[in-house]
């Protein structure tokens, strides 16, 4: 079964794709990468998506607008997709989350929204579409996110020890697999790129929108005493299954934390320090859950800041990127999203309680269909590993 998997995530650059054959392979399953590619959004597009992001107001009817606007643009990138390989089976559109909303003192999720109408994508493919994937974990009492914990276990299942995967996007997440009931369990630790764009972004720093091999912050000095503040945010302190998003971490933010810091930092001090942020929040989520082995994947991988603080902070615990799995890292997530659908096309649950809190695993999604009738297949055993090819 070939499966188009569309995904655009925290950093709301651009819609990544990938298109996914998907086989038996025993009482597991094969992942075949057919495709793989990512447009940037519109310079005009994507600045009205940032204009529209929490804390900024907006109106619905922007919000309508955008929906129609991402849809469109997510319904181009399938189409030329499709194109390469010469059709798919399904489609998979995560959309583009534009608010996550969660109980700041509780840190229970309550709903979420992702903008990108699925009938633009079904009228303009013909192809069925799944979306809406994150809402009906949170119906049942989940975070909705991340939702990724599905792959890792898949990919990491049966290696030795305590392995873990990190996504290093606009937020941070882990997935770490271990023996017992509960032997996959993922979370939002906090910000990886989301808070260094938002700089970057902000002063003009560097014309692609962010540190491009972590220069900006190779070239500055970590500040102790913002760093303090900054760690001593009330999120990281909730246990797991938790999730975040740019509702808490946005530029304001940054400026209220100098404000307590009583600091006023250049651009290279203000990088670096945000970027030791990353590497600290994360190389504490590892070290708590005993992780042994930890693959890499996301726009971060390619920071060598990051990349070699955590390796220093983690030490002699070693710090690979996904690619050495056969899973492309810049990949993952539409991958992540093909899967997604392959589970929902056969009556699978995608969710797992372990890792989202959610009270039972659930079928996520909702369907679009295309152009013809929707005939879905009986239900199947869920996979209990997945392996990658090309």
């Known amino acids: 079964m070939r499966i188009l998997g569309l995904m655009s995530g925290t950093s709301h650059d651009g819609i990544d794709a990938a298109v996914i054959e998907f086989a038996p392979d025993g009482d ?40 129609a606007l991402i849809g469109r643009a997510f319904a181009d990138v399938a189409a030329a997709a499709i194109a390469r390989v010469g059709g798919v089976d399904l489609i998979v559109s995560h959309g583009q989350t534009v608010y996550h909303w969660v109980e700041p003192d509780t840190g229970a999720a309550r709903g979420t929204l992702q903008l990108g109408q699925p009938a633009w994508i079904a009228e303009t493919t013909g192809v069925p579409v799944v979306s809406d994937v994150r809402s009906r974990d949170i119906a049942a009492g989940g975070q909705g996110a991340p939702l990724v914990g599905l792959l890792d276990g898949l990919v ?33 630790i906090g910000p990886a790129n ?64 100098q404000r307590r810091a009583g600091t006023a930092l250049s651009t290279r001090d203000l990088v670096a320090t945000l970027t030791e ?48 799995l056969g899973l492309g890292g810049d990949e993952k997530e539409a991958l992540l999203m093909a899967l997604v659908g392959w589970c929902t096309w056969h009556g699978l649950p995608a969710s797992l309680p372990s890792a989202t809190g959610a009270r039972a695993p659930r079928v996520l999604g909702s369907i679009t269909p295309g152009a013809g009738p929707l005939r879905l297949p009986e239900p199947r055993a869920m996979p209990r590993f997945l392996r990658t090819a090309r």
């Open 28 to 67: 597991g399953l094969t992942a075949r990468t057919l495709f793989h590619d990512s447009t940037p959004y519109a310079p005009e597009l994507r600045a009205r998506l940032v204009a529209a992001l929490p804390p900024s107001p907006t109106t619905l009817d922007e919000i309508t607008r955008l929906d």
């Open 277 to 324: 942020l990353t590497v600290r929040t994360v190389a504490d989520a590892a070290r708590e859950a005993g992780v042994t082995e930890l693959f890499v994947s996301g726009g971060g991988a390619h920071n060598p800041v990051i990349m070699d603080g955590l390796a220093r902070a983690l030490a002699p615990v070693p710090v690979r990127r996904t690619d050495e």
């Open 194 to 257: 989301a808070l260094i764009d938002a700089v970057v972004q902000q002063r003009g720093a560097h014309p692609a929108g962010y540190d491009a091999d972590g220069r900006i912050a190779a070239s500055g000095r970590v500040d102790e005493a913002l760093l303090r503040v900054l760690l001593d945010e009330p999120y990281y302190r909730l246990r797991p299954p938790k999730s975040t998003g740019k509702e808490l971490f946005h530029p304001e933010y940054i400026a209220a934390a």
């Open 156 to 188: 990491l299942a049966g290696r030795a020890g305590t392995p873990a995967a990190l996504n290093l996007g606009g937020i941070s997440n882990i997935t770490v697999v271990a023996e017992g009931a509960d032997a996959v369990r993922a979370w939002d």
